[in-house]
T-cell receptor, first 114, second 114 residues
Framework: GAVVSQHPSWVICKSGTSVKIECRSL??????MFWYRQFPKQSLMLMAT?????????EQGVEKDKFLINHASLTLSTLTVTSAHPEDSSFYIC??????????FGDGTRLSIL | AQSVTQLGSHVSVSEGALVLLRCNYS??????LFWYVQYPNQGLQLLLK??????LVKGINGFEAEFKKSETSFHLTKPSAHMSDAAEYFC????????????FGSGTQLTVLP
């Protein structure tokens, strides 16, 4: 069964809206989760590392005020795209792992901003 | 810094033919290498991983990959392609200093022809 649950799987909203995406670790406590962004026909690009109980670490070029990450519990990290615009339309994927085991990925969220 | 290069953004094979997807890595430290598969609008599923044990790694769905240090390669193969193998394949390497943050290649779209 799924190890990581990501919700919603698809969201369409108007420009200027804020959108929250949830990533849940179902089988273990996840102190760290990763958020990726994938444009059509392209690879995954790491956006940020979400750390339970502390601030997220953002990759260079990723606006932390635009992409708010909250990791308030050991099983849940959320990514909020604030004041979304069409250029934010993308496929967002989260992942986590346990110890040195490989990453488990969520099924992704397709975000479309009109 | 670590990186992976996937040669060929698109590969087409006939059903029953050999599948060969190429991945070359660059790493200043012994790498951990992974192959993931992605079906449309889904997250990534781990096919196999190399973690400095056996150089020939067997994964799920009949796939395997061989780590060749002299060639800095980690090519993915399957003896006989099946229609269900059609998907996007990503090679990934762990980032320097971390066993969990992944750097992905650009991906290879595999098409299986009847």
């Amino acid at each position: 069964g799924a190890v990581v649950s990501q919700h919603p799987s698809w969201v369409i909203c108007k420009s200027g809206t804020s959108v929250k995406i949830e990533c849940r670790s179902l089988d273990f406590q996840a102190t760290t989760m990763f958020w990726y962004r994938q444009f059509p026909k392209q690879s995954l690009m790491l956006m940020a590392t979400s750390n339970e109980g502390s601030k997220a670490t953002y990759e260079q070029g990723v606006e932390k005020d635009k992409f708010l990450i909250n990791h308030a519990s050991l099983t849940l990290s959320t990514l909020t795209v604030t004041s979304a615009h069409p250029e934010d339309s993308s496929f967002y994927i989260c992942s986590t792992n346990q110890g040195d085991q490989p990453q488990h990925f969520g099924d992704g969220t397709r975000l479309s901003i009109l | 810094a670590q990186s992976v290069t996937q040669l060929g953004s698109h590969v087409s094979v006939s059903e029953g033919a050999l599948v060969l997807l190429r991945c070359n890595y660059s790493s200043s430290v012994p790498p951990y290498l992974f192959w993931y598969v992605q079906y449309p609008n889904q997250g990534l599923q781990l096919l196999l991983k190399y973690t400095s044990a056996a150089t020939l790694v067997k994964g799920i769905n009949g796939f395997e990959a061989e780590f060749k240090k002299s060639e800095t390669s980690f090519h993915l193969t399957k003896p006989s392609a099946h229609m269900s193998d059609a998907a996007e394949y990503f090679c990934a390497v762990t980032r320097s200093g971390s066993a969990r943050q992944l750097t992905f290649g650009s991906g290879t779209q595999l098409t299986v022809l009847p």
